[in-house]
């Protein structure tokens, strides 16, 4: 396996194990409108991958894939608040950076890692925010961390994975209900990271193209092929969770419901928040 050199951290893996089976891995891998409004679920599957995204980027010395969806739209036209950012690990961020955020009155830092990436490389507290840990991929087979295909299915299927994103959506509610902005990230900001933004654009009503263009601009930011799985993305893992969701809860719509138990309030919420 070649070693590539990297000016930015690497994913971390939760154990020795993992990490050695990166070896043996393949390279693969109008509130009354408001009110009525559904998660956007359409899209096929079956299409080519999309081109590429223009996000609203942070930007941090600390960081290279910070950003927020201020610069998309959703299909009946509402402009989205910069008040959700998804991001990269926070463990490099400066001085300068700490201030930005800040000044951007980010309260509250969801952290979707598993414990040993948070205890090797631990957020930089933020002034004035709140940490919160809600691992995803903690109580799941230890392989989903290097088998992606295997992890994006665990993001619907995984009970712990479905607490985590449920929590993360709600303290996204929350935290905007009361004009703060709210930061949640994983190690690379790709993976967990994509597939809760995924659920907070489809959740607001943007178009699936722009959903998955907005994934996979993490390949521009991280500078990664779509065929390097500790650094990039690839489409069709993205497609696993939607596809899955639709399998196993009838549609997203089912699966934020009933998989992630959020109810009619906190989906208008949601929008009444962060559209305008």
């Not at 590539?4 to 891998?29: E, H, Q």
């Not at 402009?79 to 800040?102: E, G, Y």
């Not at 295909?149 to 993001?155: E, P, V």
Request: proline share 4%; net charge positive; charged share 20%.
């Amino acid at each position: 396996m070649t070693t590539r050199t990297l000016s930015r951290p690497l994913r971390v893996f939760t154990s020795v194990a993992a990490v050695s089976a990166i070896a043996l891995a393949p390279a693969v891998a109008g509130q009354a409108g408001i009110a009525s409004a559904a998660p956007n679920d359409t899209g096929s599957s079956t299409t080519d991958a999309p081109g590429v995204a223009t996000p609203s980027v942070i930007h941090l010395a600390g960081t290279e894939n910070t950003r927020t969806f201020a610069s998309y739209t959703t299909t009946s036209g509402k402009h989205i608040s910069p008040a959700v950012i998804r991001s990269d690990n926070l463990s490099k961020l400066t001085a300068s950076d700490l201030r930005k955020l800040k000044s951007l009155k980010v309260t509250s830092i969801v952290d979707l890692r598993t414990q040993i990436e948070y205890t090797v490389q631990p957020d930089k507290a933020v002034p004035g925010a709140t940490r919160k840990s809600y691992d995803i991929l903690g109580q799941t087979p230890i392989t989903n961390l290097v088998d992606l295909s295997s992890a994006y299915r665990a993001y619907i299927t995984a009970p712990s994975a479905r607490a985590g994103f449920r929590k993360t959506l709600l303290d996204i509610k929350n935290t905007t209900s009361k004009g703060n902005s709210v930061l949640f990230h994983c190690s690379a900001g790709k993976d967990r990271t994509g597939w809760t933004a995924a659920l907070v654009l489809s959740i607001l009503g943007v178009d699936r193209g722009t959903i998955e263009r907005d994934y996979l601009a993490s390949n521009t930011y991280r500078h990664a092929s779509p065929n390097d799985p500790l650094n990039g993305v690839r489409i069709e893992w993205l497609r696993t969770s939607f596809n899955t969701a639709k399998a196993k809860y009838g549609s997203l719509d089912g699966y934020l419901r009933k998989g992630l138990g959020l109810t009619t309030n906190d989906l208008n919420t949601l929008r009444a928040n962060l559209l305008s």
